[in-house]
């Protein structure tokens, strides 16, 4: 058993290196912005939540209200968000221009391609199967979230 732990551990690892890999480099989604993976991240989570507030946001990306508001500048300079005061002038919704939505768009298309495979997993799944590696993920997100909180 811990031999296959072990092995688990080491995948998962590479996983991220991999993916670390593949998103550490800026890159043009058709607007001639190079953005960086946090960028084009917090747009695609505006893109999902169209409306939504920074409160909101900083909660669905794991990071604090400061990080956020500062990559929610950057992008409103490059114009890819609007951002919208409410009648409580502290609070403001988060849109993406037309010009954030190609981005986006490319993007979706750019995530669909590099796990299409995992779809094609996830149906060929027993439910159970599913929801083991749910509980999986959801465990490893917790502990890296408590161990972030301790620092």
């Keep these: 058993m811990e031999k296959?732990?072990?092995k688990l551990i080491d995948q998962f690892l590479r996983i991220l290196h991999l993916y670390s890999l593949i998103t550490r480099k800026p890159k043009d989604y058709g607007t001639g912005d190079m953005l960086y993976f946090t960028e084009v991240h917090t747009l695609a989570m505006i893109g999902r939540n169209q409306?939504?507030?920074i409160t909101r946001l900083a909660e669905l990306m794991g990071v604090t209200k400061g990080a956020i508001s500062q990559t929610i500048r950057k992008l409103s300079a490059k114009g890819l968000i609007l951002r919208k005061q409410t009648k409580?002038?502290?609070e403001v919704?988060?849109?993406l221009t037309e010009k954030g939505l190609?981005?986006?768009?490319a993007q979706e298309s750019f995530r669909k391609e590099l796990f299409a495979f995992a779809g094609?997993?996830?149906r060929q799944a027993k439910p159970e199967d599913?929801?083991?590696?749910g509980r999986l993920f959801d465990a490893i997100l917790k502990n890296m979230k408590e161990r972030i909180d301790k620092r």
């Design 4 to 6: 296959e732990l072990q």
């Design 51 to 53: 409306g939504l507030n």
């Design 88 to 90: 409580n002038k502290k």
């Design 93 to 95: 919704l988060l849109n």
């Design 102 to 105: 190609t981005v986006y768009r």
């Design 120 to 122: 094609s997993l996830y």
């Design 130 to 133: 599913a929801e083991l590696v």
